[in-house]
């Protein structure tokens, strides 16, 4: 009786989800410490300190019905003023309050934006591999997905592909750097010719294209990686962004669009933004949440552990035979599968209890995913595990 | 460039919403205390003091990464178990976390279950006068809303009119009660007719007819009205609840739906849930208030303060001329329009500084709701104005 689409999605359902599932499964089984679950982007490293103290103090002086009350939809002016504020100081820029609208999270921000620009079958496009949920967020809308096909081993997308994909009916183009699942980190180059291409296409077909940028991994870079601000090289970009990876707060759904007042129609979008946060049921992000990433902007948590991971992992499964591209930044390792297809690859690795995601979840076959967001001693104790898999596949 | 959806809801916007907005205009120019907006479902009194104590104390005794981290997308088991056992005491039934879905407030969990149901061009049934929101929530999933007359003076709706308008597309039924706008409470004979009702339609259809019960208000009651517990009644009952009155926390975005195992496709409705809860954005509902609501079962916010002012007002109004609907639970007055054209009424309203919304946003043209969840001060300061009103309309 449920819906046909939903019926469809449970049979395909979340591969990454359904090894979360399978994980704690597993260690029911063999003991927690006996299985080396590296299937979910769950942040590992513990919330700076600030935050328990934060929420203890806004607790304490703010009123209780300022604080758990209705505010308008798109969040309290003085958080959306504090990060366009915090935004102006890194980047030059001058929002203020108006280009910012707070959201449950990355996932509400997009799920925001693209109710609010999407007509059924208007177009957007994704670079593969990438976040399967894009595929979810965009059907919501009944919009078309759009894959540009992965470009390996760099995974730098294909512009040219790109420019050959947009159409008049193209409304949106996600970009999603520090990238899931790969970890590479497009530069300023990469944007200044996606700028350009995306500018073409608008003249092209006199419409906007606007570039949706994803960005909960914006603070986790390595060897002094900078993060491109995607706005500065086109105007009718959109950032989403999530404080779940920053502040290790991915289940408090706290996040923000920003919305430059250079975008075509920006008046309509914030407005549309606004009904939108209502009308999909979110009506607002969570109100203590709020004050508190206003009151802790700026804080990030150590996130010394994931460069460790990061740092052993690309050591250790090089010398075992493994090929993956050394990520630039997020927490996770893209692995080429050592046989075509990555789902028997990701079974072989379950087999010896590790658990990792097929590239197929993210439009990438052959390839699978590692999320190195776990503790350095599990990565420590995951290596012998590795080495029987490298085994397995004869790899040197 | 918005979508043509939204650009259609931008006209429209909520009503509701306009006037909490000119509200807080009104309050600029003439100061907070001589406007008296009665406009929005905001709760006026404080959540109970274990709210902040409890906030401190969770942060305090549970390890961060829990507190803060992912978890299956329905919620934390043990939240979900707790409300299970809470309900079983209270109804004396035999629920487990299995049949609870915390979600993003009562109009996260309304997308949620919508989305897990609804094929395009699927009826979904309201009472009118309704809360307007029930038909963005259908149209998000293309559904068709088919609206029931209203049926004044009692309100209480019209189960020969519903008998008529069911069809083998019908999918659910919306009912709230406590009712919002009007405060009239359902009593058992009304719950008893309504499954009589839907189950002959459900033979005659050979379908599954899902009645949902949206409960914001269920602890809001007057003069020991009971709240009916509907799955009592009908075993495709799902029930919607909301901790946004009950504790006063509307801006913190939890609640969660209740789908008792007898219901049609049980399994199938509950995996779709946890489905729709992640791919709609929501992922899951923010976890410290999972937590939170898990240790303040059974607290409630002090409701006295909106009894008072519910009769404060129906005595004061009734002098005045004003005829209405005697609320029996939620915080609201419906007030029969002096004039045929509620907007009107409105409108001289404001005039007088007192915001109030036409009951046409509720789908109930010649009435008009007036939100008493303000302080018994703010309620006594607007007499005069009430009285300016009737005396402009010519009213005894």
């Not at 359902?13 to 063999?30: D, H, P, V, W």
């Not at 595929?135 to 919009?143: E, W």
């Not at 995306?198 to 006199?206: D, E, H, I, M, V």
């Not at 920003?258 to 946060?277: H, K, M, R, T, Y």
């Amino acid at each position: 009786m449920i819906s046909n689409k939903m019926h469809q999605m449970l049979k395909g359902s979340s591969t990454i989800r359904e090894m979360f599932e399978e994980g704690k499964k597993l260690a029911t089984i063999y003991g927690k410490d006996n299985v080396y679950d590296f299937s979910l982007g769950n942040p590992s490293v513990n919330p700076p300190t600030c935050i328990g103290d934060q929420i203890c103090e806004i607790v304490s002086d703010t009123p209780a019905m300022e604080l758990h009350g209705y505010m308008n939809n798109s969040g309290y002016e003085s958080t959306r003023q504090a990060i366009a504020d915090f935004i102006n100081k890194e980047q030059n820029t001058h929002y203020d309050y108006t280009n910012v609208v707070m959201t449950v999270g990355a996932a509400g921000g997009l799920n925001v934006i693209l109710k609010t620009l999407l007509n059924p079958m208007d177009e957007v496009v994704v670079f593969a591999p990438y976040f399967g949920e894009y595929r979810n967020y965009v059907h919501n809308f009944d919009g078309i997905l759009v894959e540009i096909s992965p470009n390996a081993p760099t995974f730098v997308p294909n512009l040219e592909e790109l420019a050959s994909k947009l159409t008049a009916r193209t409304k949106a183009v996600i970009v999603n750097s520090p990238n899931n699942p790969t970890g590479v980190v497009y530069n300023k180059d990469f944007f200044e010719q996606l700028a350009s291409v995306l500018t073409q296409a608008q003249q092209k077909f006199g419409t906007s294209i606007y570039l949706i940028s994803d960005e909960p991994y914006r603070e986790i870079v390595y060897d002094d990686s900078q993060v491109a601000f995607v706005p500065s090289f086109y105007s009718n970009s959109i950032v989403g962004y999530s404080y779940s990876k920053s502040l290790s707060l991915p289940g408090e759904r706290i996040g923000y669009l920003l919305i430059p007042s250079e975008c075509d129609d920006f008046e309509e979008i914030v407005a549309a933004c606004n009904v939108a946060n209502r009308i999909l049921g979110f009506v607002n992000a969570p109100s203590l949440q709020q004050k508190l990433v206003e009151r802790t902007l700026g804080s990030y948590c150590d996130l010394s552990e994931y460069a460790h991971n990061r740092q052993i992992l690309t050591t250790e499964l090089a010398k075992m035979g493994f090929e993956f591209v050394y990520p630039q930044g997020a927490f996770y390792l893209f692995i080429k599968s050592p046989v075509a297809d990555d789902k028997e690859f990701c079974k072989v690795a379950k087999e010896h209890r590790v658990l990792i995601v097929p590239g197929s979840s993210f439009g990438c076959g052959g390839w699978a995913r590692l999320a190195y967001c776990v503790s350095s001693e599990k990565v420590e104790k995951a290596l012998p595990a590795f080495a029987e898999i490298a085994q397995h596949f004869g790899l040197r």
